[in-house]
């Protein structure tokens, strides 16, 4: 399986944007890039997943890399409710379809 | 949220008790995974599901078996609870039908052994 690495925190200023990165440098062609978040003590919530090309929806925004090596999540307007752990995904091809979480990043917006 | 409902929400038993944790969906979604959350170790797998009485290990797995009769269940036990599987567990779905969608999940139950 390939994996991800996250920075353990980081702290953005309310209003600014957020960005978060994820190395997963063992990437397999067919392998897509997720990202879910959890805010405290509620289940974990999708934002956003993508391939190889950028991908916006009304949440955010995830740029990978064209080697496909990394990818940045980005909040455009953090909040003081993006507060949460975001977690980076690979997720796993074929018929195995094990979601497998990292430590995640904590993300703490600051007024 | 996706209908997903976990029961219960809240559990307080005994060692050595078993104690069964329930997952129902209402998404008709063929794979149902089960969680724990501890401090400090993020999500962790114990059981999924990609079918109908098709089950596999998680990283987790020892001293917890699952079960899935139908569709919208997925049962999660506890033969004989220990302290060290105090948790949170959450249950999680996604759709077969494409294996690129995202999973949801239910809002947990907190387990304490005593």
């Known amino acids: 399986d390939a994996k991800t690495t996250q920075p353990p925190s980081m702290d953005c200023a309310e209003g600014r944007a957020a960005n978060l990165p994820c190395n997963h440098s063992?990437?397999?062609?067919?392998?897509?890039v997720y990202w879910y978040r959890q805010i405290h003590s509620q289940g974990p919530q999708y934002i956003i997943h993508g391939l190889k090309n950028n991908e916006t929806n009304e949440m955010a925004s995830l740029i990978i890399t064209e080697d496909r090596k990394s990818s940045t999540l980005i909040l455009p307007h953090a909040t003081l409710r993006d507060t949460a752990v975001y977690y980076c995904i690979v997720r796993v091809p074929s018929n195995d379809y094990k979601l497998s979480f990292g430590a995640g990043t904590t993300v703490t917006v600051r007024a | 949220d996706a209908g997903i409902t976990q029961s219960p929400r809240h559990k307080v038993t005994e060692t050595g008790t078993p104690v069964t944790l329930r997952c129902h969906q209402t998404?008709?979604?063929?794979?149902m995974y089960w969680y724990r959350q501890d401090p400090g170790h993020g999500l962790r797998l114990i059981h999924y599901?990609?079918?109908?009485?098709?089950?596999d290990k998680g990283e987790v797995s020892d001293g917890y078996s699952v079960s899935r009769s139908k569709t919208e269940d997925f049962l999660l036990t506890l033969e004989s609870a220990t302290s060290s599987q105090t948790s949170v567990y959450f249950c999680?779905?996604?759709?077969?039908?494409?294996?690129?969608?995202?999973?949801?999940f239910g809002q947990g139950t907190r387990l304490t052994v005593v």
């Open positions: 998404e008709n979604h063929r794979y």
């Open positions: 599901s990609y079918g109908v009485k098709d089950t």
């Open positions: 999680a779905i996604s759709d077969h039908r494409a294996w690129n969608t995202e999973a949801f």
């Open positions: 063992t990437i397999s062609g067919n392998e897509y």
